[in-house]
């Protein structure tokens, strides 16, 4: 890609007068021992000039052929060391977990969360709000059978809602959504809304709409050079976007607080709350309502948009490979027949459970991962890291690691088979990431893709709208936050 292309020449002149008057030579070079190799970088701009901004995974695999596993970019005046391969990044995030387990401060971020919340957060703010998110998840069913029954009770509501359409085309991304967040919002809120609520489809749109602005060249533009706001748009439509759902959030817990029952805490809101009022007057207290709203805030986009993207990958492939959906439903047939799937078929349907690992590993919707930074002084593969730098964890490399999947590059749900048909663990495949900072609703993630994914298998044969060939379907993702499906229209035909 034209990094240039992307940005207004005149922009350009803008950013070197900005960097001369305030003296910055971030951009130069400052040689350090052992610092990972990497491609030269320009004044100001960095490595830009060969950067895909829509897509720099891509970019970054290749870069790491020339410069192994351990290489430094700069992304304008910020240095940048990419890890990549299953071996290396394992070394990093697993065995030195601490030396790697901090957030870089990203300036849409700085803006939208304050250092808040649990995904981006950092020190003892992270550890804090971490905790008590995993275990009130844990306390509200994530992993057991309430939410299971929660899950089943749902997928019945998406597929009325499908089966309405009786077989014609449609695109299923917000009613997906929909179905999705509702497993993540009656833990938060101890309810669930019609997928019609405007109110509901509005906080769904802003999810969606942050999540792609997030990946989008222009958020990158600011988050390397913040002094060119005025002249990009899309981050000031982010932060709009938060501060709308930020107010729906506080109204909703004002809401919960009027009824607040400490011996009947209904949801995640009523124990944060109920904990709120248990320190309050602590001088060093982290539950306060701007740590409420960023974590509930941060539970629902996570908890929607990468199962409900993972969800639609599914259905694509299904398409695209009709044999491989015909074998998953003969093992439906065969395991469970008409009954609802349950958590315990999973270890009885290797077939369907290596599917959904390689929808998962194919789809590879983080490639970057989220970004981390080093705590203290580290040294990986010969290389000395110093502390503060940016780190990217390649998703991509790993997912992709030739010396772990026969066929990297394209769908083959054999990677998680052995020759009997027995579904074999893979150490490589690692969606949720690892360490420190692995998907805290991960948990939850692999129970509603398996219970979603069986039961729609199991009631509907998915196929291209009529006049769509095979061939036509475009496997190639949309840019932004996470790498989602381009927008289709599926025709769901109920089986009988």
């Known amino acids: 890609m034209d990094w240039v292309s992307l940005v207004p020449v005149g922009l350009l002149f803008i950013l070197i007068l900005l960097v001369i008057l305030k003296g910055q030579h971030a951009w130069k070079s400052h040689p350090r021992i052992n610092f990972p190799p990497g491609p030269r970088p320009l004044p100001i701009i960095g490595n830009l000039h060969i950067m895909d901004l829509k897509r720099p995974h891509l970019t970054m695999l290749e870069l790491s052929k020339i410069y192994g596993p351990v ?14 391969g299953y071996e290396t990044v394992k070394e990093a995030l697993v065995n030195q977990a601490d030396a790697f387990a901090g957030r870089p401060k990203i300036p849409v971020i700085e803006e939208s969360a304050k250092g808040k919340g649990v995904i981006f957060s950092d020190g003892e703010n992270w550890k804090v709000m971490r905790r008590f998110t995993l275990t009130t998840l844990r306390d509200f069913g994530m992993g057991k059978k309430a939410i299971e029954d929660r899950v089943v009770e749902e997928y019945k509501c998406l597929a009325d809602t499908i089966e309405s359409h009786k077989g014609k085309p449609l695109e299923m991304t917000l009613m997906m959504n929909a179905a999705v967040a509702n497993i993540i919002v009656s833990i938060l809120l101890g309810k669930r809304y019609d997928y019609e609520d405007p109110m509901f489809k509005r906080l769904l749109l802003l999810v969606n709409e942050n999540v792609r602005l997030f990946g989008s060249p222009s958020v990158s533009m600011y988050n ?29 817990f004002i809401e919960h607080l009027k ?10 809101i009523d124990t944060f709350l109920v904990r709120q009022q248990e320190e309050n007057g602590k001088a060093s207290g982290y539950f306060h309502n701007e740590n409420l709203t960023e974590v509930v805030r941060n539970l629902f986009a996570a908890g929607m948009e990468t199962t ?21 439903q003969e093992e439906i047939e065969q395991v469970i027949g008409s009954t609802p799937p349950r958590i315990e078929h999973r270890t009885q349907m ?11 590993r194919f789809a590879n919707i983080l490639p970057l991962s989220l970004p981390h930074e080093t705590t203290e002084d580290v040294t990986l593969k010969g290389c000395f890291i110093p502390k503060g730098t940016y780190i990217i964890p390649l998703l991509a490399s790993v997912l992709q690691d030739k010396s772990w ?19 074999i663990k893979k150490d490589a495949f690692i969606p949720f990431s690892a360490g420190r900072r692995t998907c805290a609703g991960e948990t939850l993630a692999k129970m509603e893709l398996f219970l979603f994914f069986t039961s729609l298998l199991q009631r509907f044969t998915f196929h291209p709208p009529p006049g769509v060939s095979i061939s036509d379907l475009d496997l190639s993702p949309s840019a932004g936050g996470t790498l989602t499906p381009v927008i289709h229209e599926v025709c769901a035909m109920p089986r009988s």
């Open 308 to 328: 409900s993207t993972t969800l639609r990958w599914g259905i694509l492939l299904m398409m695209k490979y009709p044999e491989i959906q015909k074998k998953v």
């Open 224 to 252: 390397m050079f913040p002094a060119l706001g005025f002249l990009l748009k899309d981050h000031k439509n982010f932060l709009q976007n938060v501060k709308e759902l930020n107010a729906f959030i506080q109204v909703t």
């Open 71 to 84: 290489f430094s970019i700069q992304m304008g005046p910020r240095k940048t060391v990419v890890l990549s």
């Open 405 to 423: 999947w026969e066929k990297p590059d394209i769908f083959y749900p054999e990677h998680f088979l052995d020759s009997e048909g027995k579904f």
């Open 350 to 360: 290797p077939y369907t459970d290596a599917v959904i690992h390689e929808i998962q």
């Open 259 to 268: 009824n607040l029952d400490r011996n009947d805490q209904r949801s995640f």
